[in-house]
């Protein structure tokens, strides 16, 4: 549509023309099915040789000819220029070239002192020092042999002389104190000194001081417990196999004639023998295992407990 000064849209925007559209009356392709590269299915392709593999052959490179690198050049020895770097360091060395030591001595066996810094030591030597003539001591002193008994009751066994007899009295003790009790009683001069105003108290010391004798005490008789306790006259006999515990004596054994036995009368149709219904019968029992199972699988959760169970399954 024009728009202000006449111009369409077209000229006011600066296009020659308006865009065309791509897609107009294509058909519909889902974006499924669509191929990712079409255009690799159509005409032509390029097919390479495959890959090359390394080999001696020269199909393995790319150049048509084995081209060297070193061509031309003339042939050097590494030995020569090894031997003259090493001629041109040692004239950098001032004195002789340093030689190590041969190394550490080993000991021969326990004791030797091959190998060590300073030598055998002497003070350590096992030479027996110089030492002066052996001198006997004198002789031991000469005594007679000791006695025989141990000194109790036995005479002139002890170091020293035998003590004398000296005689003791038995009862020299007595006698002593009785001479001493005589002369303490006779300087004395009089009897011990008393007073009579000496104080009483109210009572006497034992209030049950009487004047009379106590009558003699009743002493109660006894009575003679004429009831004896029950003693069974003979303890009770045990059963030993020849039935002498029982109260009876045992019965004189009679002879049992011999009698045929009767056989078993089977009762006919009219007379049947009532024979009780059995008890109750068991019946089955469902285990508490699979009635757990019943509870916690039912018909609404049976499709996620079974994928659990087999993704348990795989994953174990």
């Given at each position: 549509?024009?728009?202000?000064?006449g111009k369409t849209?077209?000229?006011?925007?600066?296009l020659?023309?308006?865009?065309e559209?791509?897609t107009?009356?294509?058909?519909?392709?889902s974006?499924y099915?669509?191929?990712?590269n079409?255009a690799a299915?159509?005409?032509?392709?390029?097919?390479p040789g495959?890959t090359?593999?390394?080999?001696?052959?020269?199909?393995?490179y790319?150049?048509?000819?084995f081209?060297?690198?070193?061509e031309?050049?003339?042939?050097?020895?590494l030995n020569?220029?090894?031997?003259r770097?090493?001629?041109?360091?040692?004239?950098?060395?001032?004195?002789?070239a340093?030689?190590?030591?041969?190394?550490?001595?080993?000991?021969?066996?326990?004791g030797?002192?091959?190998?060590t810094?300073?030598?055998?030591?002497p003070?350590?030597?096992?030479?027996l020092?110089p030492r002066d003539?052996y001198?006997?001591p004198?002789?031991?002193?000469?005594?007679?042999?000791?006695?025989k008994?141990?000194?109790?009751?036995?005479?002139n066994?002890?170091?020293?002389k035998?003590?004398?007899?000296?005689?003791?009295?038995y009862?020299?003790?007595?006698l002593?104190?009785?001479k001493?009790?005589?002369?303490?009683h006779?300087?004395?001069k009089?009897l011990?000194f008393?007073l009579n105003l000496?104080?009483?108290?109210?009572?006497?010391?034992?209030?049950?001081?009487l004047?009379?004798?106590l009558?003699p005490?009743?002493?109660?008789?006894?009575k003679?417990?004429?009831?004896?306790?029950?003693?069974?006259?003979?303890?009770?006999?045990?059963?030993?196999?020849m039935?002498?515990?029982?109260f009876?004596?045992?019965?004189a054994?009679?002879?049992?004639?011999?009698?045929?036995?009767?056989?078993k009368?089977i009762p006919g149709?009219g007379?049947k023998?009532?024979?009780?219904?059995?008890?109750?019968?068991?019946?089955?029992?469902?285990s508490?295992?699979a009635?757990n199972?019943?509870?916690?699988?039912?018909?609404k959760n049976q499709?996620?407990v079974s994928?659990d169970?087999?993704?348990?399954?795989?994953?174990?």
């Amino acid at each position: 549509m024009p728009g202000e000064g006449g111009k369409t849209d077209m000229e006011r925007i600066g296009l020659f023309s308006e865009m065309e559209y791509i897609t107009v009356g294509d058909k519909y392709v889902s974006p499924y099915n669509r191929p990712f590269n079409e255009a690799a299915s159509k005409n032509r392709q390029m097919l390479p040789g495959g890959t090359k593999e390394m080999s001696n052959l020269q199909a393995g490179y790319f150049d048509p000819q084995f081209v060297r690198i070193f061509e031309g050049e003339g042939y050097l020895n590494l030995n020569q220029v090894r031997r003259r770097y090493m001629m041109a360091e040692s004239k950098k060395n001032i004195g002789k070239a340093f030689i190590p030591s041969s190394g550490e001595k080993k000991p021969s066996g326990l004791g030797s002192y091959y190998g060590t810094i300073g030598g055998p030591v002497p003070f350590f030597s096992a030479q027996l020092r110089p030492r002066d003539k052996y001198q006997p001591p004198g002789k031991n002193l000469y005594t007679n042999p000791g006695k025989k008994g141990t000194g109790y009751g036995y005479a002139n066994v002890t170091i020293g002389k035998q003590l004398s007899h000296s005689a003791d009295f038995y009862d020299a003790a007595k006698l002593n104190y009785k001479k001493d009790n005589e002369e303490h009683h006779r300087l004395l001069k009089g009897l011990p000194f008393k007073l009579n105003l000496y104080p009483k108290d109210y009572f006497d010391n034992n209030p049950y001081f009487l004047e009379t004798p106590l009558p003699p005490l009743k002493r109660e008789e006894k009575k003679e417990n004429l009831l004896k306790p029950f003693k069974p006259s003979s303890p009770g006999k045990k059963a030993g196999g020849m039935k002498a515990g029982t109260f009876e004596p045992y019965p004189a054994h009679s002879a049992d004639p011999y009698v045929v036995k009767v056989g078993k009368v089977i009762p006919g149709k009219g007379e049947k023998i009532f024979h009780p219904p059995n008890g109750p019968k068991s019946r089955p029992i469902e285990s508490i295992m699979a009635l757990n199972i019943k509870r916690a699988l039912n018909v609404k959760n049976q499709k996620a407990v079974s994928a659990d169970i087999l993704g348990k399954q795989l994953v174990f």
